[in-house]
């Protein structure tokens, strides 16, 4: 007889930009994960900066002319990433005029001129957007403004279909939104009730992993240097660009992973993480974060608050330091 709590189905989507697979354990069926995929095509309706049309969009063409009242999901999402791009550790919801000179990862990537960086750092102010919680609405102050979400886009919308698996009584899985992990639950099919995630290896093609980690239920998010790439004649440029100077900013880290309680909490400090510099530091995590992994350029691996036994090194070629 089948063990229910082993049954397992899964489907593969394409959304956010991403390859999308959602897998879940029980009695959980194919409509449950249609239905998930449906939640997270309207959330993608209403954030995206990639069309013409959007919420967000519409608050982009009215910057300097307008505020615009938006959903409340979205109207709150906004307020996070405005209030968190103000304190200034290197997150910030305002640089897509810069994200788009650049165009790393895109056509027509290219090294922009100083002249050109300078007058874009004059639009991604974040003290100069002005929300009104009693309209939902959001006023980009400056003509050229841009909002855009898509750094912590993924982990709210995994959060969210989280909250429809609860409502579902979908007890265990997983939400694998293009590499940003939400594991629900235990996992049914190891004796321990652990969930295995790999920890990519920034120097190699995707799939390739230095370190196994055993974990419960959590999410866990990367940020690395190798996703998205600028090769010139003058050097390599990296997609993490810092909102000080315009450039990317540079450090030795190559990736930071992040396992948290919510999945739009990691998206966050991954970033945070990424602009402070030194993984040796004592590490003063945010509310809800369970465990950091930095990845150095020199190939030193270097986690926080995870246990030894935990941890499997699956690359002889990097040093593991266990804080």
């Known amino acids: 007889m089948e063990n229910l709590s082993h049954r397992k189905v899964q489907k593969a989507y394409r959304g956010l930009g991403t390859n999308i697979t959602l897998s879940a354990f029980g009695s959980a069926t194919t409509t449950d994960l249609d239905d998930s995929f449906l939640l997270l095509q309207q959330f993608e309706d209403k954030l995206t900066v990639n069309r013409s049309q959007s919420e967000l969009m519409s608050v982009n063409n009215s910057a300097g002319i307008k ?16 209030l968190t791009s103000q304190q200034g550790f290197g997150f910030n919801a305002l640089i897509g005029p810069l994200v788009k000179l650049w165009k790393i990862g895109f ?35 400056k003509p050229g403004m841009q909002l855009d979400l898509g750094a912590i886009a993924k982990g709210y919308i995994a959060d969210r279909i989280q909250d429809l698996w609860q409502a579902k009584g979908i007890s265990n899985g ?38 196994s980690v055993k974990t419960g239920p959590c999410s866990a998010v990367t940020s ?6 600028l090769k010139t004649s003058t050097g390599t ?15 030795n880290l190559a990736s930071v992973t992040v396992f948290s309680k919510e999945s739009v909490m990691a998206e966050i400090e991954t970033t945070r993480l990424f602009f402070k510099d030194d993984p040796t530091a004592t590490y003063e995590p945010l509310t809800d974060i369970f465990g950091v992994i930095f990845v150095t350029k020199d190939k030193k691996i270097i986690t926080h608050g995870l246990q030894s036994q935990d941890l499997t090194l699956l690359d002889d070629s990097f040093e593991l330091s266990i804080n």
Do not use: C, M
Request: hydrophobic share 40%; net charge neutral; proline share 6%.
């Open 67 to 82: 505020p615009v009242s938006v959903s409340d999901s979205t109207y709150h999402l906004a307020k996070l990433a405005i």
């Open 107 to 141: 056509s027509g990537a290219h090294v922009p001129t100083d002249t050109e960086i300078k007058a874009k750092l004059q639009l991604i102010d974040p003290t100069q957007v002005e929300l009104n919680d009693q309209d939902f609405s959001i006023f980009l102050k």
């Open 174 to 211: 997983i939400i694998n939104l293009g590499g940003n992990l939400l594991l629900k639950g235990n996992a049914p099919h190891h004796v321990d009730r652990k969930w295995r995630i790999g920890i990519q290896d920034p120097f190699a093609k995707r799939g390739a992993a230095i370190l």
């Open 224 to 229: 690395g240097i190798y996703e998205r790439l």
């Open 237 to 251: 440029y990296h997609h993490i660009l810092d909102p000080l100077t315009g450039y990317p900013h540079e450090n």
